[in-house]
């Protein structure tokens, strides 16, 4: 038995390392150092490069906190009218790439937007006669990828707060405790653990940001690593401050492990969940204005002003491409989601026999590519696949004197490799959250009726574990579906998604243009996320 | 043995058709900077004349440029597309790129508009001018760049960051011109007369003209062209606000950039490549560009879109563009000095 266990933990370790190649392409730039190009970014850019990224970091993650628990205890704890539609909506904000939603404000509320242009007309205003907060800053882009990045907290807040026995409220109740300080002093602490994997994530991403930052001309780490290697043509430089990046991500991933293992329960699926407070149609109302507001702002507001520039400016004749676009889109996004769920489950199993530190360290590290930029990615794919592809020519030349070309590089192969190291994370945390969820117990069980660990995973985990892997699943697929900078350059001849084409329409400033192809990136991506909020509302069910 | 040796040649020939697009047809493969809405029509109509099929990835050029490098002896890209003279010297310098050494290039391209070793050529001129608020500014109070820096300007310029490639090139070529210390001095004094920190593209500059963040902006031609013939009216009326000033025309003249094409290295379809350059610097091709995207063809005797002649003749900085190209980035860490975000 003990072997099995150790053979699967060498394989992960394995699986591990071809993953984290990318990341370790990066990290090796640092076998030498250019003093001159790091004396210089230290003196001029580098301070700002750090604080710009700090502050978008901790900002965002503040918001989606914000937001994303606000809403769930919310839900959780309050019967109110509307709630069944706004439990049905809540996640729509997931299906808009922070880039778009970006574009979108910026044409809303600029000078020469709709929102300040009635302003002046209605108050007979003048240019310098009014202050109008400036959306193009980092404030701005603080507030734009919170709006899309909160319903990461939601999700996993509102399992937690879901699963909290009813039996901590009644005590809290006898104590004479209210029904705030019963969530500031009991259920907020309780929750915090998933509340911080949710609120990493959200940091994660915002770190990885390219799109938005460099619209709003926010200088960060990411603008910092494009400037320093397409601006100056040092890619080793570009791969060392995305190496930084990493540390300081890996940093972050260790504080949130630790406050998560302090708080380490199996107690969840004890006793009936928290049961909701019928509200009054007054604060019901108010209730649900509230908890309506991410949602409006996040994704009604926008979409409606891409409808309308879409409805207003396309080309007819363009119409038929859009199909395709999709199709490719889905395909990519389907296959990247079937790979990287069964390997996050595959690492997480993994952990969960042998929780040696090995094995620890290397889910840590695969789960590091969620920070990093898309093109760094790109770049680390590139250089190991193209090396084997040579290697692979040079051999079946040698023996079988053909040339088989490329195989890896400039196929599907190489994006989907892509995908894995840069979204593993979003699997991982959830597959490992769902499985802490189960008791060991219940392994043990198993092993003693005679399962091997293969069938308990089968037989016991993975039914377990069915919602867990739902969400994993739903939020990579959509996540593939936005990510744009490492498609843009590994994708085959003649391809086409749609991300690919909005890019390249707003890219070319020709942001109305671009407004049918966003769409239809928001539309393609509703499915999918409806379909996680049943899955969600399914969960809690069981629960209550 | 013989039998397994038969099988496994089957079986690696097998996965080869299976994975690469080899055909019989004749095609070429070509890694673009430029959008596809910039270059899949042009090339759609190279097929349709030669029959040649061709293959297309479009991106980012340093990314392409990284790709083709990774791919090695292998890689399937026979031509590259760039949208500025930096990125084809970058090419050059990282050899994965090869001389064509064709007469019809040399005949249609002046010879400052290619590389010396023929590794590229120019395609298209882009050109980056002064505009200001005709409401506003009067422009004979224009004249060179470097009056720009003059206190009177304080507070009323726009222009984007110093990431874009616009802008490394004009400060490559300015380099070329006036020496390094000047235009430190110069990007200093620029700095200190913009109007907000820079943000947005070159259209959201020539807004922030019309909208009155700043009075002057310095962009694109083609922008402000493609705004003047959007078929939004507001855009167009936006445009209409905004005239372009050509500065040192007694001196340097104005800065231009190109887009060009060069040969990759490891191309296998070299003779279709050298075709699909030719058709590139076709009169057809080349008034295609100046219609669509009103850029100025780099071949004497295509006429212009209206929009650009109304824009006006002007004379253009004629500096080595491989030394513009080689000096990016100088002009990228000189901007981190003087503060151009």
Redesign the interface.
């Known amino acids: 038995m003990q072997l099995k266990a150790s053979a699967f933990s060498l394989y992960t370790v394995l699986a591990g390392l071809i993953i984290g190649l990318p990341i370790f392409v990066v990290l090796l730039s640092f076998y030498s150092l250019d003093t001159a190009v790091w004396t210089?970014?230290s003196e001029?850019?580098l301070s700002g490069y750090i604080y710009n990224s700090l502050v978008l970091a901790l900002g965002v993650g503040f918001g989606a906190t914000l937001l994303g628990t606000g809403l769930a205890w919310c839900v959780v704890s309050y019967d109110f009218v509307g709630k069944i539609w706004l439990q049905r909506l809540i996640l729509l904000p997931l299906a808009m790439p922070a880039y778009i939603i970006a574009y979108t404000y910026?044409g809303l509320l600029?000078?020469?937007g709709p929102v300040q242009s009635t302003l002046r007309t209605w108050f007979e205003l003048g240019?310098?006669d009014y202050w109008f907060p400036e959306v193009?800053s980092l404030p701005g882009a603080i507030i734009m990828m919170a709006l899309v990045l909160y319903p990461y907290v939601y999700i996993l807040a509102r399992t937690a707060f879901a699963e909290q026995a009813q039996k901590f409220r009644e005590v809290s109740v006898l104590a004479g405790v209210s029904k705030f300080q019963h969530f500031l002093q009991v259920a907020l602490p309780l929750a915090r653990p998933a509340i911080m994997t949710g609120a990493a994530l959200a940091m994660m991403e915002a770190l990885a940001d390219f799109g938005t930052v460099?619209?709003?001309?926010v200088?960060t780490f990411t603008?910092g690593i494009?400037?320093t290697?397409?601006?100056?043509?040092?890619?080793q430089a570009a791969s060392q401050l995305s190496g930084l990046l990493c540390m300081f991500v890996f940093a972050l991933l260790v504080l949130e492990k630790q406050s998560r293992r302090s708080a380490e329960t199996y107690s969840s699926r004890q006793g009936t969940g928290t049961q909701a407070l019928k509200l009054s149609i007054g604060k019901g109302t108010t209730v649900l204005f509230l908890c309506s507001l991410p949602l409006i702002f996040g994704f009604i507001v926008p979409f409606i002003q891409l409808a309308v520039w879409a409805l207003a400016?396309t080309d007819a004749g363009s119409l038929g491409e859009y199909p395709s676009y999709a199709l490719n889109s889905a395909m990519l996004a389907a296959i990247g989601t079937v790979v990287i769920v069964l390997l996050a489950l595959m690492f997480s199993y993994a952990k969960r026999l042998q929780a040696t530190k090995l094995n620890r360290s290397v889910v840590q590290f695969v789960g590091l590519g969620y920070a990093m930029p898309g093109?760094v990615i790109?770049?680390g794919v590139?250089?190991p696949?193209?090396?084997l592809?040579?290697k692979l020519?040079l051999f079946?030349k040698h023996f079988?004197d053909?040339?088989?070309?490329?195989?890896f590089?400039?196929?599907i192969v190489t994006l989907i490799f892509a995908y894995t190291i840069r979204f593993m994370s979003v699997a991982l945390h959830n597959t490992e959250a769902g499985i802490q969820r189960i008791k060991p117990s219940m392994d043990e069980a198993a092993i003693t009726l005679g399962d091997t660990r293969l069938q308990t995973l089968f037989k016991v985990h993975i039914p377990l574990l069915s919602a867990s892997l739902l969400s994993a699943c739903l939020l990579v697929f959509v996540d593939i579906l936005k990510e744009l900078?490492a498609t843009?350059?590994?994708?085959?001849?003649?391809?086409?998604t749609l991300a690919?084409k909005t890019f390249?329409?707003a890219?070319?400033?020709r942001l109305?243009d671009a407004a049918l192809p966003a769409i239809t990136i928001v539309l393609v991506g509703i499915l999918p996320v409806l379909l996680l909020t049943r899955t969600l509302n399914q969960i809690e069910k069981k629960h209550a | 043995m013989k039998v397994m040796?038969k099988t496994?040649?089957l079986l690696?020939?097998s996965?080869?058709t299976f994975?690469?697009?080899?055909s019989i047809a004749a095609e070429v493969?070509v890694y673009s900077a430029r959008?596809?809405?910039?270059i899949k029509p042009i090339l759609d109509d190279f097929t349709e004349q030669t029959g040649i099929k061709v293959?297309?990835?479009?991106?980012?050029?340093?990314?392409?440029i990284?790709?083709i490098k990774?791919?090695?002896?292998?890689?399937?890209a026979d031509v590259l597309v760039s949208t500025d003279v930096g990125r084809l010297v970058?090419a050059k310098q990282m050899g994965i790129t090869q001389a064509n050494d064709d007469d019809i290039v040399k005949s249609s391209v002046p010879a400052y508009l290619r590389d010396e070793d023929e590794h590229w050529t120019a395609l298209t001129l882009r050109a980056r001018p002064i505009m200001y608020a005709k409401d506003r500014v009067d422009p004979e109070t224009l004249s060179t760049m470097q009056g720009l820096t003059k206190e009177e300007w304080k507070g009323r310029i726009c222009i984007r960051?110093?990431?874009n490639?616009y802008n490394?090139s004009m400060i490559s070529g300015m380099i070329q011109t006036q020496g390094d210390a000047q235009t430190l001095a110069w990007a200093e004094g620029l700095v200190e007369n913009f109007a907000r920190?820079?943000?947005?593209?070159?259209?959201?500059q020539i807004?922030?003209v019309?909208?009155?963040?700043c009075d002057i902006a310095i962009a694109n031609t083609y922008?402000l062209a493609g705004m003047l013939n959007s078929?939004?009216a507001d855009t167009r009326k936006?445009a209409e606000q905004v005239a372009v000033f050509w500065p040192d025309q007694a001196g340097a003249g104005a800065h231009v950039n190109i887009s060009g094409i060069s040969i990759a290295k490891h191309a296998t379809n070299t003779a279709e490549a050298k075709k699909l350059v030719q058709f590139m610097l076709s009169d057809q091709a080349q008034s295609w560009y100046a219609d669509t995207n009103h850029e100025y063809p780099v071949k004497e005797g295509i006429e212009w879109s209206d929009t650009l002649k109304e824009m006006g003749e002007f004379k253009a900085q004629e500096v080595s563009l491989t030394k513009v190209g080689e000096t990016?980035?100088k002009a990228?860490?000189l901007m981190?000095?003087a503060g151009w975000?």
Request: aromatic fraction near 12%.
């Open positions: 210089h970014l001029t850019v910026t600029d000078f020469s240019k310098q193009r460099e619209y709003f001309g200088s603008t494009y400037r290697w397409f601006g100056m043509g040092d890619i400016y093109t790109a770049i590139l250089i696949l193209g090396w592809d040579i020519n079946t079988f053909v040339q088989p070309g490329l195989v590089s400039g196929t900078p843009l350059v590994l994708r085959p001849f003649n391809f086409n690919v390249e329409l890219s070319d400033e109305i | 040796n496994k040649m690696v020939a996965f080869a994975f690469t697009a080899t493969n959008k596809e809405a910039l293959n297309l990835i479009t991106g980012n050029a340093d990314a392409l990284s790709r990774s791919e090695g002896q292998f890689s399937p970058r960051s110093s990431n490639i490394q920190s820079p943000k947005g593209g070159d259209r959201d807004k922030a019309v909208a009155g963040e922008y078929e939004d936006v990016n980035a990228l860490m981190d000095r975000r």
